[in-house]
């Protein structure tokens, strides 16, 4: 049976849509919900069995992590067993938001949210119908990216339908993704801060907040093995549309010819995404627009990987972004995306 999709925009819709998500989530059920930066396929994280449903309705790999998602700092506390000062710094900043800390897990979260590990990814999310949801249950929600295992996060209930519409209940539509790109994920275990996945809360502004802590320098782009996982997120490959991709700079239409020369595939089934340098359309049919703008540039990267999904690209070429700080989620997304795909695939 497909999924119901309900919708939010009137506040009888916002209400019904919330009471019927939370009679699934109270069952032990999984449902598709609308999260500010990709939507979750979210379940009791209390429990045991609510969680295994989402490892097996993504057909996620049992040594990945979910993040739990919490609507107060008080259920953020009864997830984990410490909540240190640099904790505190980084949730009083960017909180709700697009933000996950990794801290000591709570024997109130099974080892299934924490794959079998000691710590757990929290998250109180700024979404105002995930917020009611949460507050609703009186639980937190697990919840990961609401796509099968292995191809792109949602930032609409249609990709949601696409992906995951014949094996969950209930799909509920809020929108598309404000922020588009995944949280950014930080382990607070230690006496410094680590990023173990970049997004649009950035390094600089990492730093700002946390004032007299320290961030630790360590990429997250490097990690390529499953042995020492801290966030399977930092595997390579990740985050992948079917079609290979390729970051490419150009100085012209020319150039563009001339670094695709390589390729044999016909010219409107290379779709190509820039920012600055718009090839002719004549030259490449099939060419996007996307805003020069980090944060809409978020926004907007998905929706565009899914629909090069759905029209059977070749080839994804994406014009390169810049170094700067607040460039850094992007960047990794389009790393991971553009890696060989021999390289190791979860997501
Ligand atoms: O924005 C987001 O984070 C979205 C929305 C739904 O909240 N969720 C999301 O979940 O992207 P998922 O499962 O697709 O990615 C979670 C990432 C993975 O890279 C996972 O390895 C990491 O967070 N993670 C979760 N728990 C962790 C833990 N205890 N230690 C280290 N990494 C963890
Ligand atoms: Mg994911």
Redesign the pocket.
């Known amino acids: 049976m497909p999924a119901e999709v309900l919708t939010t925009h009137s506040p009888a819709l916002f209400a019904e849509a919330v009471r019927r998500a939370v009679d699934i989530l109270k069952s032990g059920g999984v449902v598709g919900l609308p999260?500010e930066?990709?939507?979750?396929l979210a379940a009791n994280a209390f429990s045991n069995s609510a969680v295994a449903a989402i490892y097996a309705v993504k057909g996620r790999p049992a040594y990945?992590?979910?993040?739990v998602?919490v609507a107060s700092a008080t259920m953020a506390r009864e997830c984990c067993t410490e909540w240190p000062p640099l904790a505190d710094r980084l949730a009083s900043r960017f909180w709700p938001g697009?933000m996950?800390l990794?801290l000591p897990r709570s024997f109130r979260i099974p080892e299934t949210v924490?794959a079998g590990?000691n710590?757990?990814?929290i998250?109180w999310?700024s979404h105002p119908f995930m917020q009611a949801v949460i507050r609703a249950c009186g639980f937190p929600l697990a919840?990961?990216?609401a796509n099968p295992s292995n191809s792109l996060?949602p930032t609409s209930a249609e990709h949601v339908i696409l992906g995951l519409g014949e094996r969950i209940p209930l799909i509920v539509d809020g929108g598309h993704c404000a922020v588009g790109i995944?949280?950014t994920?930080i382990?607070v275990t230690g006496p410094s801060a680590r990023i173990?996945?970049p997004g649009i809360i950035h390094a600089d502004q990492i730093k700002t907040a946390l004032e007299d802590f320290t961030l630790d320098s360590g990429s997250p782009l490097h990690a390529t093995t499953t042995s020492i996982l801290?966030?399977?997120?930092?595997l390579t490959r990740h985050y992948s549309p079917r079609a290979p991709l390729r970051v490419l700079n150009w100085t012209s239409d020319g150039d563009l010819v001339h670094q695709l020369a390589d390729s044999n595939f016909p010219k409107d089934r290379i779709h190509i995404l820039a920012h600055t340098r718009i090839p002719s359309l004549s030259l490449f049919p099939q060419t996007s627009f996307i805003p020069d703008d980090p944060e809409a540039f978020a926004r907007a990267l998905f929706g565009y990987l899914h629909a090069c999904d759905q029209l059977n690209a070749a080839l994804i070429v994406i014009e390169s972004v810049p170094t700067a700080p607040e460039w850094e989620g992007i960047r990794d997304r389009l790393a991971r995306a553009s890696s060989s795909p021999t390289s190791l695939n979860y997501?």
Do not use: C, F, K, M
């Open positions: 999260t930066t990709v939507y979750g990945n992590p979910v993040i998602h697009p996950t990794v924490s590990g710590t757990v990814g998250r999310p919840a990961p990216s996060s995944e949280s994920v382990d173990l996945r801290r966030s399977p997120g930092q997501a």
